[in-house]
């Protein structure tokens, strides 16, 4: 059974950083491109990041381009999401998943975990 586990978030300024992990258990987490889906109160679950299964190709959503950097250990089957000059408008549940190619769009495998809260203050 696919478990998908996501830490790090909390409560951050406008401006401040926070890096997301996700720990995937269930598949041979190498052989799966991943990625970052992000939910706002009130709104429907959105694409935020996805990283490519040898972690060499990236593809980001326009409004986190050049703030957000995702990225991957295999050794340690987690995904992170490193956020930085992070606005309100990045409050959001923050949920990952696995997913077969990063392009033309990601597509999610799994059942959604939990998700991690990140709140930005103004």
């Known amino acids: 059974q696919v478990q998908l586990v996501e830490s790090g978030g909390g409560l951050v300024q406008a401006g401040g950083s926070l890096t997301l992990s996700c720990a995937a258990s269930?598949?041979?987490?190498?052989?799966?491109?991943m990625g970052w889906f992000r939910q706002a109160p009130g709104k429907e679950r959105e694409f935020v990041a996805a990283i490519s299964r040898s972690g060499g190709t990236t593809n980001y959503a326009d409004s986190v381009k050049g703030r957000f950097t995702i990225s991957r250990d295999d050794a340690k089957n987690t995904v992170y999401l490193q956020m930085n000059s992070l606005k309100p408008e990045d409050t959001a549940v923050y949920y990952c998943n696995a997913g077969t190619s990063i392009y033309p769009s990601f597509i999610a495998l799994d059942a959604w975990g939990q998700g991690t809260l990140v709140t930005v203050s103004s």
């Open positions: 269930g598949r041979t987490f190498s052989n799966y491109a």
